[in-house]
C-alpha cells in the first residue's frame, strides 16, 4: 500500500487496515518458520505497510 493511498483513509479505516496487517504479518511469520514462503520479500513489504501506517497514526493523532 502506498503513502498516497494511506492518506486517504479514514482513522477508523487506518485502525482496520493495521490490524488486518498485523494478523496477516503473524501468520506470515509462523508459515515461514514452519517451510519458507515461495516469495520471502512479502514479509519486508508487509512489514514496511505497517510502518506506514503506524506513522499515519501518529501524525493524525499528534494533528486532534
Do not use: G, W
Amino acid at each position: 500500500m502506498k503513502q498516497e493511498e494511506i492518506v486517504q483513509l479514514s482513522l477508523e479505516d487506518l485502525n482496520d487496515r493495521l490490524d488486518e496487517s498485523k494478523e496477516k504479518m503473524t501468520k506470515m511469520l509462523l508459515t515461514h518458520n514452519v517451510s519458507p514462503l515461495e516469495n520471502p520479500l512479502q514479509i519486508r513489504s508487509l512489514r514496511k505497510t505497517i510502518a506506514r501506517l503506524n506513522t499515519e497514526l501518529v501524525k493524525r493523532n499528534k494533528q486532534a
